[in-house]
């Protein structure tokens, strides 16, 4: 069973920078960031593969930046240009074979 841990939310003003981290406790191949805001379904904010390729959610393209540290099992959001409406719960998932495993969950708010 792999563990990933996040850190890094909080509360920035609109325009502001947050950058999000993930370490898993095992091996993983494509790891990748979710979100979910109240009463809305979770959903993709970006994913990135062990050999680096990425894919983002239109929303977040441009403004958002995923990466990883393949030595240390670890995927980063780095998110600037902040807004009202990236105001959500950010998971960590990262995916071995067929198992998909999942963080506890970081807040982050966008808001004045």
């Known amino acids: 069973q792999v563990q990933l841990v996040e850190s890094g939310g909080g509360l920035v003003q609109p325009g502001g920078s947050l950058r ?11 790891m990748g960031w979710y979100r979910q805001a109240p009463g809305k379904q979770r959903e993709l904010v970006a994913t990135i593969t ?29 998110m600037n240009s902040l807004k009202p409406e990236d105001t ?14 999942w963080g506890q969950g970081t807040q982050v708010t966008v808001s004045s």
């Not at 999000?20 to 494509?30: E, K, M, Q």
């Not at 998932?93 to 495993?101: A, E, F, H, L, S």
């Open 20 to 30: 999000l981290s993930c370490a898993a406790s095992g091996s993983v191949g494509t």
């Open 50 to 78: 062990s050999g680096g390729s990425r894919n983002y959610a239109g929303s977040v393209k441009g403004r958002f930046t995923i990466s990883r540290d393949n030595a240390k099992n670890t995927v980063y959001l780095q």
């Open 88 to 101: 959500a719960v950010y998971y960590c998932k990262g995916t071995w074979y067929t198992n998909n495993y």
